[in-house]
């Protein structure tokens, strides 16, 4: 296992640790990985070589494209777009779609499918989790920064029990699995409350009682189930 990320994870554990509105830790190591693919795409690597020949044939998703376009580098965007077009366009004819099961209706289902900047993450993603994985067996410090954690959202408490399923002992994996449930559990029940709190409020008889920690319960409520990624950059 390549330890390359035990400290942007130690860094991003120790900022949601100390202040728990910056949500799952797991969450903002993810958009760290999608930043550095964004930035890199649009910047260095844009006129490698091997990096062109896989956005031509992968293309991107509808979210990184927007998150790409919102960037403002319309100049490295166009150049990307315009070598994925000029090959595509050699790939794809009008009469083949007439015909079920051709290769230009199979090359759209593949663009459809496949993301370079998804791919990229999914691998560097899974090094992240290997090496938190990684950190809560062999450090005693990481283990109190895991259980310190205001909570971690429902996909990626998944993704770290996968991760640690096939990495750890079995009786160790006890252990991590307890520790992360003794997180996310606390935080799940806390949350209900909040929402059915914040459904009270709508009706009349509820109306003069305080909101407490309801105003905000659907946005958190959307960030843990789902995760709190893809955040759009603010220009």
């Known amino acids: 296992m390549q330890q390359i990320y035990t400290i942007p994870i130690n860094e991003h554990f120790d900022r949601s640790r100390e202040d728990h ?5 797991v969450c903002s190591l993810f ?9 890199l ?21 509808a979210t990184h494209y927007e998150m790409m376009f919102n960037r403002k580098n319309r100049l490295g ?11 595509l366009r050699g790939e794809v004819s009008d009469m083949p779609l007439l ?9 759209i289902a593949e663009l ?3 993301c370079y900047v998804c791919g990229r993450i999914t691998g560097n993603f ?26 971690f959202c429902l996909p990626h408490w998944r993704a770290m029990l996968d991760m640690a399923k096939t990495k750890l002992p079995k009786k160790t994996y006890n252990d991590f699995s307890h520790a992360a449930s003794e997180v996310v559990l606390p935080y799940f029940d806390d949350l209900r409350g909040d929402v059915s709190w914040f459904c ?18 659907v946005e958190r409520a959307m960030k843990f189930l789902r995760g709190d990624i893809h955040r759009k950059t603010k220009n």
């Not at 965007?77 to 090959?87: P, R």
């Not at 015909?99 to 090359?107: E, Q, T």
């Not at 009270?200 to 105003?215: A, L, M, T, V």
Request: proline residues 4%; negative net charge.
């Open 21 to 25: 509105s910056c949500g799952c830790a």
């Open 31 to 39: 958009r760290m990985l999608e930043e550095n693919e964004l930035d």
């Open 41 to 61: 795409i649009l910047g260095a690597s844009m006129m490698e070589p091997d990096v062109r020949i896989k956005t031509n044939e992968q293309g991107f998703c």
């Open 77 to 87: 965007m166009a150049l990307t777009l315009e070598s994925h077009l000029d090959e």
């Open 99 to 107: 015909v079920p099961g051709s290769r230009a209706r199979h090359r």
């Open 112 to 114: 459809e499918e496949n």
């Open 126 to 151: 899974a090094h992240v989790l290997d090496n938190l994985v990684y950190l809560w067996q062999t450090d005693e410090a990481f283990r109190e920064k895991f259980a310190a954690q205001p909570y």
């Open 200 to 217: 009270k409020k709508f009706d009349y008889r509820f109306d003069s009682e305080p909101w407490g920690n309801s105003k905000d319960a």
